[in-house]
Nanobody, 124 residues
Framework: QVQLVESGGGLVQAGGSLRVSCVAS????????MGWFRQAPGKEREFVAA????????NYAGSVKDRFTVSRDNPRNTAYLQMNVLRPEDTAVYYC?????????????????WGQGTQVTVSS
């Protein structure tokens, strides 16, 4: 089993920045592909970004590309999502997810493990 714990959410003004973190335990972190998703009230959970096991390959949703950066620190068992130029429409609960495959999945069903989520609120 893999346990994922997110942190770093909060309230920020539009145009600001925030970094959320995800600490993993229970399995060798470098064996996991990591993903970030978000879910706004009344909407389905949607893909944000993903990063390969070694961190050399990333994938982003079009709505966050060039504003968000996904990264990981394998010795620290931690994945990060740096969010810049935040917009009110980025307001959501942000979840990290993990799978044991090499594919940088963009759908919820491609991930086996999930964190509890952290709230990000962007005010206008």
């Amino acid at each position: 089993q893999v346990q994922l714990v997110e942190s770093g959410g909060g309230l920020v003004q539009a145009g600001g920045s925030l970094r959320v973190s995800c600490v993993a335990s229970g399995r060798t972190f470098s064996s996991l592909t990591m993903g970030w998703f978000r879910q706004a009230p009344g909407k389905e959970r949607e893909f944000v970004a993903a990063i390969s096991r070694t961190g050399d390959v990333t994938n982003y949703a079009g709505s966050v590309k060039d504003r968000f950066t996904v990264s990981r620190d394998n010795p620290r068992n931690t994945a990060y999502l740096q969010m810049n130029v935040l917009r009110p429409e980025d307001t959501a609960v942000y979840y990290c997810a993990a799978n044991q495959y090499q594919t940088l999945g963009i759908s919820v069903g491609q991930y086996d493990y999930w964190g509890q989520g952290t709230q990000v609120t962007v005010s206008s």
